[in-house]
C-alpha cells in the first residue's frame, strides 16, 4: 500500500463520517437559521468536513509525476499491531482480573515480545513497574485502581 | 490591589510548602517529558491530570503549568544532544543546536538554551502580569459573537500555520467539531450519535481522547518508524558559554522572548509556530546568515527563547477568556473545570489565588528548572540511555493510568486506544493531530455560542457585524488566509511586469 492511497482511504472515512452526520443532522431537526436546532450544527459542519476533504483529496487525485510512489512498509505494522490488540486484551481483563495481575502481564508480554528483551529481563522490569505504580498512584496519591 | 501587590499576594500562595513541592514536581516530570522522545507536554499532562483531582486547584495548575513550561526547556537537550526534538517545539533547535554538538559545543548550546529559556520565561510571566488582568476587563463585554469569532479565528489560524496543507489541517478541524457533537446537544440536552450508549453521553472523554491521540499514537509510530535505537555518544564538554556566545545570544533571546509572547497570545498560536518563526527572523536579520545550519548559537537561543515564551503566555487566552488555543490550554482548562473553577474573564476576582499564585509560580519553577537543566543537565542525558524497548511499555502504562483513573470506566480505555489508532494512521498518512483535537474542544462552545447569536438576531448575523471586536476577528480570520492565496499571485504579477518593463 501506498502513502497515497491511505490518505485517500483515510479521506474517504471522513467523507462517509461527514455525509453520515448530515443526514443523521436533517434527521434530529434542523430547526431554522432563527432557532435552530440539534440537527443545525452536526449538518453544518459535515458539509465543511465534506468540502475540505474534497479539496485534500484533489491533489492526491491528480497523476503523479513519473516517480515512484512512496510505499508503506506492512511488515513494519507488526509490532503496532500487537500493541492495540494487547491494549484491548488488557482493557477487558482489567475490572476482571485486578491492576496487578493484568498490568504486570501487559508489561512483561510488551517487554517481552515487542521490546525483545530476554524473559527474566522482562518479568523484572513488568514486576516492579506495576509494583511502584501501584504504591506510588494506589497508596500514596489514593487514585482508585480495580 | 495593584500588579506588585498582587504578585506579593501570588508568591504567598506560591511558597506555602505544598505548593513549592508541586512546582519542583511538576518541574522535575516536566523536564523528563521534554529530554525523553515518545512522550510530549500534552501527553503527560493527560495521564497525570487525574493524579490532580485530589488537590486544591491552585496546587493542581501549578503543577500542570510546570509540566508544560518544564517540557520546553527539557525539549532541547534531547533536539542538542541527538538531533531529535525531546517534544515538538525543539524541532528547529535541532538543526544548529546538534551541529554545535558535533563540533565539541554541546556545552554552550545547552547552557544558552537553559539561559534563554530562563530569560524568555521570565519576561513572558511579566508580561503575563500586565496584559492578563486589562484583557480580562476587556473580556467582560464578551458575548456570543465575540466567542464565536474567536473560535473561528483560532481554528483558522491553526490550520494556515500547520505544517502540511491547510485543507488538511482544516479537514481535521472539522473532523474535531464533528466528533465534537457526539453526546448531549449543549443546548437542548438531546442525546446525538450515541448509538444506545450510556457511556457516551457527554461525548469521547477529553483525557482518553488526548492521552490516545498524543501518548499511545506516539508509541505507535515509533515501533512504526523503529526508530527507538538512540545513539548517545556526544560528549557534552565544557558548559559556560564564551563572550562571544553570550554576546551573539543577547539580541536573539529577547527577540524570541517578544515573538514568542505574541505568538502565544494568539488564539491557534503555539510554542512551534513561535520556535519557527523565531529562527526564520533571526536567519533574516543575521549579516552571516549562512552559518545558520551550520551550528549558529543564534539558531539555538531565539527558537529556544521563543517556544518558553509562548509556553507561558498562551495562559493569558485561557485564564482571561476561557477559550484555550492549544490541546495543552484545552486540558488546564478541563482541570480548572473539574476543580469548579469557572475559566473566563472573572477568574482573575473570583479566584485571585490561582491566577497571582500560579503566576509567582511561574517565576519559581523558572527559577528551578534553571538548576535543574543547567548543573543537573548530566543527570537527564543519562535518561537518555534508556533503551526504549523498555520504556514504551512504561509509558503505555502511564496512558493507562491517565486514560482509566479519571472516570473510572473501562469504556475510557477504548476511547484511548481507538484514539490511538486515530492518530497512528493520521501521522502515517500526513495528518496532523493539533487541529483535531483543538475543535474537538471548542466545538461544543462554538456551537452553544453560534446558536445562541443567531435565535438574539434572529437568524440575521448582524450581530457579527455590529459589534466591533466579533467583526474585527472575523476579518482578520477570513483575511489572513486570504491574503496568503492572494500575495504569490501578486508576487507573479509584479515580477512579469517587471519583466516585461526590463
Redesign the interface.
Known amino acids: 500500500m501506498s502513502?497515497r492511497a491511505?490518505?485517500l482511504a483515510?479521506?474517504a472515512l471522513?467523507l462517509m463520517?461527514?455525509l453520515y452526520?448530515m443526514l443523521?443532522g436533517l434527521e434530529?431537526q434542523l430547526g431554522?437559521?432563527?432557532?435552530?436546532?440539534?440537527?443545525?450544527?452536526?449538518f453544518l459542519?459535515?458539509v465543511?468536513?465534506i468540502g475540505?476533504?474534497i479539496?485534500?483529496a484533489i491533489?492526491l487525485l491528480v497523476p503523479a509525476p513519473a516517480s515512484e510512489p512512496e510505499r508503506?512498509p506492512i511488515q513494519?505494522?507488526r509490532?503496532?499491531a500487537i500493541?492495540?490488540v494487547s491494549?484491548?486484551a488488557?482493557?477487558?481483563a482489567?475490572?476482571r482480573i485486578g491492576f496487578i495481575a493484568s498490568?504486570g502481564v501487559?508489561?512483561v508480554f510488551?517487554?517481552w515480545f515487542?521490546?525483545?528483551?530476554t524473559f527474566l529481563r522482562a518479568a523484572i522490569?513488568?514486576v516492579l513497574?506495576?509494583l511502584v505504580?501501584y504504591v506510588v498512584?494506589g497508596l500514596l496519591?489514593?487514585?482508585?485502581?480495580? | 490591589m495593584t500588579q506588585v501587590e498582587a504578585l506579593i499576594y501570588g508568591f504567598g500562595v506560591a511558597f506555602e510548602y505544598h505548593n513549592l513541592l508541586l512546582c519542583l514536581a511538576g518541574c522535575i516530570i516536566g523536564t523528563l517529558v521534554g529530554v525523553l522522545p515518545g512522550i510530549g507536554p500534552a501527553g503527560a499532562l493527560a495521564m497525570l491530570l487525574?493524579?490532580t483531582l485530589?488537590l486544591p486547584p491552585v496546587s493542581a495548575v501549578i503543577m500542570l503549568a510546570g509540566i508544560y513550561y518544564g517540557a520546553m526547556y527539557g525539549g532541547s537537550t534531547t533536539a542538542i544532544l541527538i538531533n531529535i526534538p525531546g517534544e515538538a517545539a525543539s524541532i528547529v533547535t535541532t538543526i544548529d543546536g546538534n551541529r554545535m554538538a558535533q563540533q565539541g559545543r554541546a556545552g554552550p548550546a545547552l547552557a544558552i538554551a537553559a539561559l534563554g529559556s530562563f530569560v524568555a520565561g521570565t519576561i513572558a510571566v511579566l508580561g503575563l502580569m500586565f496584559v492578563a488582568p486589562p484583557l480580562a476587563s476587556v473580556a467582560l463585554a464578551f458575548q456570543s459573537p465575540e466567542y464565536v469569532a474567536l473560535v473561528i479565528l483560532g481554528l483558522t489560524f491553526l490550520s494556515y500555520v500547520s505544517m502540511g496543507?491547510t485543507?488538511?489541517a482544516?479537514?481535521m478541524a472539522?473532523?474535531g467539531?464533528?466528533l465534537g457533537?457526539v453526546g448531549n446537544?449543549p443546548?437542548?440536552g438531546?442525546d446525538?450519535?450515541t448509538l444506545g450508549m450510556t457511556d457516551l453521553g457527554g461525548g469521547f472523554g477529553l483525557v482518553p481522547v488526548v492521552v490516545g491521540l498524543f501518548g499511545?499514537s506516539e508509541?505507535?509510530?515509533n515501533?512504526?518508524?523503529?526508530d527507538s535505537v538512540r545513539s548517545f555518544t556526544t560528549k557534552i564538554g565544557r558548559l559556560l558559554p564564551t563572550r562571544d556566545d553570550l554576546a551573539r545570544s543577547v539580541m536573539p533571546v529577547l527577540r524570541g522572548s517578544g515573538i514568542g509572547f505574541l505568538i502565544g497570545l494568539l488564539p491557534g498560536g503555539n510554542a512551534i509556530i513561535a520556535a519557527i518563526l523565531s529562527y526564520a527572523i533571526e536567519r533574516r536579520v543575521s549579516k552571516t546568515p549562512e552559518r545558520f545550519g551550520n551550528g549558529a548559537i543564534e539558531g539555538v537561543a531565539g527558537p529556544e527563547s521563543a517556544n518558553n515564551a509562548a509556553s507561558i503566555s498562551c495562559f493569558v487566552p485561557v485564564l482571561t477568556l476561557g477559550v484555550p488555543t492549544n490541546a495543552i490550554m484545552a486540558l488546564l482548562l478541563a482541570a480548572l473545570m473539574i476543580h469548579g473553577v469557572l475559566p473566563g474573564p472573572q477568574l482573575i476576582n473570583r479566584n485571585p489565588e490561582l491566577f497571582w499564585g500560579t503566576i509567582a509560580s511561574m517565576h519559581i519553577g523558572n527559577a528551578m528548572l534553571l538548576v535543574l537543566n543547567l548543573p543537573l543537565v548530566g543527570l537527564w542525558v543519562h535518561l537518555l540511555r534508556v533503551?526504549?524497548?523498555?520504556l514504551?511499555?512504561?509509558v503505555?502504562?502511564f496512558c493507562?493510568?491517565g486514560a482509566?483513573?479519571v472516570g473510572?470506566s473501562?469504556f475510557d480505555?477504548?476511547v484511548m486506544?481507538g484514539f490511538?489508532?486515530l492518530g497512528?494512521?493520521?501521522r502515517?498518512?500526513?495528518?496532523e493531530p493539533a487541529p483535531l483535537i483543538l475543535a474537538y474542544i471548542l466545538?461544543p462552545l462554538?456551537?452553544e455560542n453560534?446558536?445562541r447569536a443567531?435565535?438574539v438576531s434572529?437568524?440575521?448575523f448582524t450581530m457579527f457585524l455590529e459589534r466591533p471586536i466579533a467583526l474585527t476577528l472575523l476579518l482578520i480570520a477570513i483575511l489572513v488566509p486570504l491574503l496568503s492565496v492572494i500575495a504569490p499571485w501578486f508576487r507573479r504579477v509584479a515580477s512579469v511586469v517587471k519583466t516585461s518593463a526590463d
Do not use: H
Open positions: 502513502v491511505l490518505s483515510f479521506i471522513w463520517l461527514g452526520f443523521q434530529l431554522s437559521i432563527s432557532s435552530p436546532g440539534t440537527g443545525f450544527m452536526p459542519i459535515g465543511v468536513l475540505f476533504g479539496m485534500s491533489p508503506l513494519r505494522l509490532d503496532p500493541v492495540v491494549m484491548i488488557y482493557s477487558l482489567l475490572e498490568t501487559l508489561i510488551l517487554t515487542v521490546g525483545r528483551t522490569a513488568g513497574a506495576t505504580c498512584f496519591l489514593g487514585v482508585r485502581l480495580p | 487525574p493524579v485530589s496543507s485543507a488538511r482544516m479537514m472539522a473532523a467539531l464533528l457533537t446537544d443546548v437542548g438531546v446525538r450519535f499511545v508509541i505507535l509510530v515501533l512504526y518508524e523503529k533503551p526504549y524497548n523498555y514504551f511499555p512504561l503505555l502504562l493507562v493510568l482509566y483513573t473510572n473501562t480505555l477504548f486506544i490511538g489508532v497512528f494512521v493520521m502515517i498518512a500526513g495528518f466545538g462554538l456551537e453560534l446558536r443567531l435565535v434572529d437568524g440575521t
